[in-house]
């Protein structure tokens, strides 16, 4: 089968940094599905791999955990998938990755594709959307409430990935008022058109423009970038007994400041439950599931940014350098392999 993958950790201007590549093809065992490649996305993961994960000698990597298809083989345990489904996930860190054209998954992490949505739109949502959920719903729990202070959450890097699905999130499934940050004003009527009520911006100290809002101070801060540098201004403008939590990897996270202010901490990542095998591992396809009903039901849309085309390593390497640059809004998505 084709594939995309690399051997030794590179910059992504190297040509030999993601190669086009011939795999075997995988066999589904256990409670595995195989699935028929349409469509795949980048997420900041993948190019924090590439960087910095070598494949034994000789070996191949293949990146991406996000992947929409349909079913084409399943092991003999699978209970809720057959074949000719249609479904849409975000894989698991510690197996191959979906830049290939079959690929092995578990049915515990599996959604049902959104009917409404082309392979495309649908590929933007899966490893965000869960991010997003956990961390707004089972991390920060934004619908708990914080003594003497209005709802609200500050989600800091609003036009990414993420914090695109995190707002409409926010929006059709609590009464929490969202302030996102967006600095540029393609990013600002982005974040706004996802549903913010208010945006501030993320290249000026946050503290001061936050408490010029009518809300008062974000009883929950959600950080999905560059955390380091506005921990200071985070631990300023949050409520005393607040709930902040990140996603990012900050070289060094000094978490005493937030005594002061009995702060909680939260990191969140997607790949916890699949990678430990949690007895609540199937959350994951239900998320996906209520996802794609909202999805359908027309109460949230795709965070698609930009569709680069086919699946070829010259075309992931470009949505690598995009990643990389901070040039993206919303998702990238590539889309079929060539002829």
């Known amino acids: 089968m084709r594939a995309v993958g690399y051997q030794t950790p590179l910059p992504i201007d190297n040509p030999a940094s993601l190669q086009d590549i011939d795999l075997p093809k995988p066999v589904p065992s256990g409670r595995d599905l195989l699935v028929e490649i ?82 495309a739109e649908a590929m933007a949502l899966p490893l965000t959307a869960i991010t997003a959920w956990e961390m707004l719903f089972d991390r920060l729990d934004i619908r708990r409430s914080v003594p003497g202070v209005r709802p609200a959450v500050l989600i800091i890097g609003g036009a990414g990935g993420v914090s695109s699905i995190a707002i409409q999130l926010a929006r059709v499934l609590t009464d929490v008022t969202v302030i996102a940050t967006a600095s540029r004003p393609e990013t600002r009527d982005w974040v706004t058109s996802l549903g913010a009520h208010h945006v501030v911006d993320h290249s000026r100290p946050l503290a001061a423009q936050v408490a010029a809002l009518p809300t008062g101070a974000p009883g929950f801060v959600f950080s999905t970038t560059q955390t380091d540098r506005h921990m200071p201004e985070i631990v300023e403008l949050i409520a005393p007994q607040g709930h902040f939590g990140l996603i990012d990897d900050p070289a060094a996270l000094d978490a005493l400041p937030l005594k002061k202010k009995s702060l909680s901490l939260h990191w969140e990542l997607m790949f916890t439950r699949p990678l430990f095998g949690t007895a609540d591992m199937g959350r994951q396809g239900e998320i996906l599931n209520e996802v794609s009903r909202l999805v359908d039901d027309g109460r949230i849309r795709t965070t698609l940014g930009r569709n680069l085309g086919l699946i070829t390593a010259a075309n992931l390497r470009q949505a690598h350098a995009l990643i990389e640059g901070g040039q993206a809004k919303g998702k990238i998505v590539l889309e079929g392999f060539p002829g």
């Open 38 to 119: 349409r469509a795949v996305s980048v997420n900041p993961v993948d190019t924090k791999v590439r960087r910095s994960a070598a494949p034994d000698a000789g070996q191949w990597r293949v990146l991406g955990w996000d992947a929409a298809g349909i079913v084409v083989g399943t092991g003999p345990e699978v209970m809720d998938f057959a074949i000719g489904d249609e479904v849409f996930y975000a894989g698991a860190l510690d197996r191959p990755g979906t830049d290939a054209e079959f690929h092995l998954v578990d049915e515990r992490i599996v959604g049902r594709k959104p009917r409404s949505l082309n392979w």
